[in-house]
């Protein structure tokens, strides 16, 4: 998948079993327009359904993540129906799309993520920030809670007294303090950046496809339902993937390698 789509500012294009997705509209700050939300949400679900793709890198073109939406189409929608279906099918498709997809995602952050920008990079698996690069909770500026599943997500990141500070507030975080906080993986120099990315995009590489998503799934999962529930799931889960080929292969290849450690 190599593809370039003009209006929306999306770009998408695989190299090396990484998929990367660029929101490409620098002159301002990446925000996010309708056509820009339906653009990304159809990156995401082709990468997904790509057997080619192990990991989605989202990033921002132009030293920005994404400032959030585009405030030029804010105060149009007037009537209730209509803005409820915007918020389902638009503004939340996005943030279900990438939580519920096997592909693990990694965010690399730069310059600003507010908004829907900042839910978008935190609703991914891994994230990584360049130093001076800015999380922002903004929707409570413009009269609205926010629509990206904010807030179902940050209180499972950094607990209720964090998550309401951050909400209701709309203080910028920034990226040393996100790390410290565990809002985000790690905190780097911007020249590190890419190549600590691309640590983590070897990393996950090297997972099984399915295993690694039925991993992200399982977490998610873990902090919604009851234990005995939940163990009926990962006993499922875990006996699909003991009879499948790519694990009796991996288990030859360790029995290969005597030194090898980390056996479960």
Not at 16 to 34: E, F, K, Y
Request: net charge negative; with cysteine; aromatic share 4%.
């Amino acid at each position: 998948m190599n593809t370039s789509v003009g209006e929306p500012g999306i770009q998408a294009a695989v190299a090396g079993g990484i998929c990367t997705i660029t929101i490409d509209r620098p002159a301002v700050r990446n925000a996010l327009n309708v056509a820009g939300r339906l653009a990304l949400h159809d990156a995401l679900v082709a990468a997904d359904a790509d057997p080619a793709v192990g990991v989605v890198v989202l990033t921002g073109a132009g030293g920005q993540f994404c400032s959030g939406g585009d405030i030029n189409e804010f105060g149009r929608v007037v009537d209730e129906k209509e803005a409820l279906a915007y918020v389902s099918e638009v503004a939340q498709a996005v943030f279900s799309a990438m939580r519920t997809m096997g592909t693990p995602t990694v965010a690399r952050v730069e310059g600003v993520a507010a908004g829907a920008g900042m839910f978008l990079a935190l609703g991914c698996d891994i994230v990584v920030a360049a130093e001076g690069a800015r999380f922002i909770a903004s929707h409570l500026r413009l009269g609205v809670p926010p629509d990206w599943g904010g807030m179902w997500l940050l209180p499972r990141l950094v607990g209720l007294a964090r998550a309401k500070t951050l909400l209701l507030t709309g203080r910028p975080v920034d990226a040393a303090t996100a790390a410290q906080w565990g809002l985000i993986a790690e905190c780097v120099p911007a020249a590190r950046l890419d190549e600590v990315v691309e640590g983590y995009c070897r990393d996950l590489l090297s997972c099984p496809r399915r295993a690694a998503g039925l991993t992200r799934q399982g977490i998610d999962r873990s902090l919604d339902v009851a234990l005995e529930p939940f163990l009926s799931w990962e006993a499922a889960v875990a006996a699909e993937a003991m009879v499948s080929r790519d694990h009796h292969e991996r288990v030859r290849q360790f029995l290969a390698r005597p030194d090898e450690e980390g056996a479960p």
